[in-house]
Structure formats: C-alpha cells, structure tokens
T-cell receptor
C-alpha cells in the first residue's frame, strides 16, 4: 500500500548527541512536513517542503534542521538534543497545498527519548 | 486568522451511546476543515474533511460532521460509540502558509 514510513519507530539518544530521523513516502506527494508532538498536546509544525522549497516555522529552534534529497525522502536532524526535545516526531505529506483542500497523510511517528 | 477551538478537552461516553465532539472555527473566508483521529502512540488518520461541496460530511468508522456557517461550527458525531473509538481527536483548519492549525484535541473515553 502507498504510505508514509518513518524510521526508526523508537529512537534513544544522549543529551547533545546528534540524531537523524527518517521519513519516506510512496505517494509521490509534493509536500512533506515535520511535526513535533509532546505528550497530551497537538502536533506543532516545525517545517515543510514544497518540492525543494523549504519553509521554516518562525519559532522552530535552530537546533532542528531538515533535508529533502528527493521527492520520496525527508530527514529531520537534531544537532544537539536536549531533554526538552523528547517527543513524538510525525512526518506528513500532502499532494499540493493543503489550502486547496488536500488533506495530509501522516506516518506512524518516531518516539524520541533523550537520556 | 484561521483557527479552531475544541470546546472539550475530554469526553466520556458509554459504549453504544452517541458521541459529540465540538469544534468551532474562526476564518475570514469559508474554510476547508478536517477531523483527524490519533490512537495511542500512532500517527494521525483522517476521519473526514469539509470542502464546501456538502455541509454534512460522512467519514470513516461511522463518523460524520456538519458544517454550520451561522454557528461557525464543525462538530463531529457518531450515533453509537464503540470501544475502539477511544482516542484523541483533532479538529484542523489550513492556515495561510500551507500549515495546518490544530485544535488542542479532545480525548474520547468509551466506557464498557
């Protein structure tokens, strides 16, 4: 089935040790998103790509970076994880702009633990 | 600015009774609106979406929602709750910058 895949599902990293989370999609969608979701909260958008055009949310910390080497893959890099970065990280895709009534498709998420 | 407000942080129902999850929206134009469901430790799944084609929208798993412009509401309903409906539900509206504006979420508990 066409889908959004996130690897790994669970990631443990040490305080300050760089970590990369991976997302891939078989939907051939133009837009890919990264969200951070903390316990009992709504997802918070970190950034998104429309094709290769990168859009950073104003309040996304510099500690978070993203790469999209091709249509199918998108990576989230956390350069120096702090304890406050422990969260579920969700990847999502949409065919075109969501304002044009295109819904998002979400992956299962990566649970990040920082020790 | 585009935004949604979910009026209840937690709703508890008995199995077999109706479900009502409330969402009000704020928009300068007629928006598209979405309801997503999230089961524990899972990603979000689209339940249904409103795109101005019809005010009553039917979704998956027996859920439906009615867009009421006069009340700026988009409440989610289901006639009969099932244990598997226990989850977090998010009402969502697109923002101006291709971002999704999430409500705070409503946790649905279903009692046997």
């Amino acid at each position: 089935d066409a889908m959004v895949i996130q690897n790994p599902r669970y990631q443990v990293t040490q305080f300050g040790k760089p970590v990369t989370l991976s997302c891939s999609q078989t939907l051939n969608h133009n837009v890919m998103y990264w969200y951070q979701q903390k316990s009992s909260q709504a997802p918070k958008l970190l950034f998104h790509y429309y094709d290769k055009d990168f859009n950073n949310e104003a309040d996304t910390p510099d500690n978070f970076q993203s790469r999209r080497p091709n249509t199918s893959f998108c990576f989230l890099d956390i350069r120096s994880p702090g304890l406050g970065d422990a969260a579920m990280y969700l990847c999502a895709t949409s065919r075109y702009w969501i304002g044009w009534n295109y819904e998002q498709y979400f992956g299962p998420g990566t649970r990040l633990t920082v020790t | 600015a585009q935004s949604v407000t979910q009026l209840d942080s937690h709703v508890s129902v008995s199995e077999g009774t109706p479900v009502l999850l409330r969402c009000n929206y704020s928009s300068s134009y007629s928006p598209s609106l979405f309801w997503y469901v999230q089961h524990p430790n899972k990603g979000l799944q689209l339940l249904l979406k409103y795109t101005s084609a019809a005010t009553l929208v039917k979704g998956i798993n027996g859920f439906e929602a009615e867009f009421k412009k006069s009340e700026t509401s988009f409440h989610l309903t289901k006639p009969s709750a099932h244990m598997s409906d226990a989850a977090e539900y998010f009402c969502v509206v697109p923002g101006y910058n291709n971002d999704m504006r999430f409500g705070a979420g409503t946790r649905l508990t279903v009692k046997p």
